[in-house]
């Protein structure tokens, strides 16, 4: 009888473990991939891992600010069926994200928080990869009411790091203003 609930236990321990194997772990410190998960999960596959970045941000009266250092951290979550971002930045904001991609609308879905500027509800932004970009939007006015979105771009993607910028679009992107860049160097 002994013998019979070592067993049991063992064998759910393990049935358990196989439940998450995607998550990170000591050999895949930022988890894996699932199997199951759509094909685009790969689409942030090059960004997996931390990258040590730079972060300009526009001052108030619209020049460029002093450049920010940060490190970028993405892995997979939810045992291999999304993706996760945390920034730690130089001046104390810190950020992060959840990516899920839907099947049913084939868009990625984003939903940013941040440490400076905390909400019950968090902003989502949408959207797809567009050849070798990731391109996300949020609908939203420009100061003087006009419609438009935030626009944010990845691109420049490589295994050593990618490019970022957010920018505000009026509607049919004839009108781009960029408000925040940022270059990443893959660390690990």
């Not at 295994?159 to 004839?174: A, I, M, P, R």
Request: proline share 5%.
């Amino acid at each position: 009888m002994k013998q019979l609930v070592i067993f049991l236990f063992f064998f759910a321990h393990v049935i358990s473990w196989g439940q998450y194997s995607y998550e990170p772990s000591e050999k895949y410190p930022f988890g894996q991939p699932h199997p199951d998960a759509p094909k685009e999960i790969q689409d942030f596959a090059p960004l997996i891992g931390i990258c040590d970045c730079i972060s300009t941000t526009r001052n108030k009266d619209q020049t460029w600010a002093t450049p920010n250092k940060m490190s970028w951290k993405f892995k997979y979550i939810m045992n291999g069926m999304a993706v996760q971002d945390e920034t730690l930045k130089e001046d104390g904001k810190h950020s992060g994200s959840i990516r899920q991609f839907i099947a049913d609308s084939s868009k990625w879905y984003v939903h940013y928080y941040s440490s400076s500027s905390p909400t019950t509800v968090l902003s989502a932004w949408e959207g797809n990869k567009k050849e070798d970009k990731i391109i996300l939007y949020r609908k939203q006015k420009a100061p003087n009411g006009m419609d438009g979105f935030y626009k944010i771009n990845f691109y420049d993607i490589k295994e050593n790091g990618f490019k970022w910028l957010g920018e505000w679009v009026n509607t049919n992107e004839s009108i781009k203003f960029p408000t925040w860049k940022i270059e990443c160097t893959k660390r690990k």
